[in-house]
């Protein structure tokens, strides 16, 4: 599943703000910052503190979201970096398992906004690659049911405050007001 929308830094507080408080869902960096460790976040305001929310291409800021509903264990993999390429570092981590929702936002740069997304798996697709994926485990460990619909109520909440579509993206309230100042949508 996979869905897109347009939204600025106030939409994208409320996505973050409708998540942290009306569901059980836990949200960590889809990958970490060069020489640490993922982080988990527990609240819109200390995303918006770390993160820009208005700058930045398509998945500017990526997050990947868990429930104990969906069964499967989050799984942390230790990347191997290039130090010569990676001011020194020598490894990140990424958050990696087959029932995880992913939160991808977009940003806004030379004067288009990206489309931001929620999207995940389905047992299906999961299960066409758990014999090339093997460290994700085991497909069957996962509530697909439950998944699913997590990943449909995030949807339906983000669609009822939606004011308008373009192409398959649906136009949250500021990002509207943005198209009125002269910035395009990317899609």
Not at 10 to 37: K, P, R
Not at 120 to 134: C, N, P, Q, T, V
Not at 137 to 156: D, H, M, P, Q, T
Request: proline content about 2%; overall charge negative; some cysteine.
């Amino acid at each position: 599943m996979n869905y897109n929308f347009l939204a600025n830094r106030a939409d994208i507080i409320w996505v973050l703000n409708f998540i942290f408080e009306n569901t059980d869902l836990q949200v960590f960096d889809c990958y970490s910052e060069l020489g640490q460790e993922v982080c988990q976040y527990i609240s819109a305001d200390e995303i918006a503190a770390k993160f820009d929310l208005e700058s930045g291409g398509q998945s500017a800021v990526t997050f990947q979201m868990w429930s104990p509903r969906f069964g499967g264990a989050v799984a942390f993999r230790k990347i191997k970096l290039n130090p010569e390429s990676c001011n020194g570092h020598t490894h990140r981590y990424s958050t990696d398992a087959w029932g995880m929702i992913q939160l991808y936002l977009g940003g806004c740069q030379n004067n288009i906004l990206s489309n931001s997304s929620i999207g995940h798996f389905s047992e299906k697709g999961a299960l066409a690659w758990e014999d090339i994926r093997i460290e994700k485990g085991k497909v069957n460990c996962w509530n697909w049911e439950e998944i699913a619909a997590a990943s449909r109520s995030l949807k339906y909440h983000i669609h009822k405050i939606a004011v308008g579509k373009i192409g398959s993206s649906s136009i949250l309230p500021g990002a509207n007001e943005l198209s009125k100042t002269g910035i395009g949508f990317g899609l």
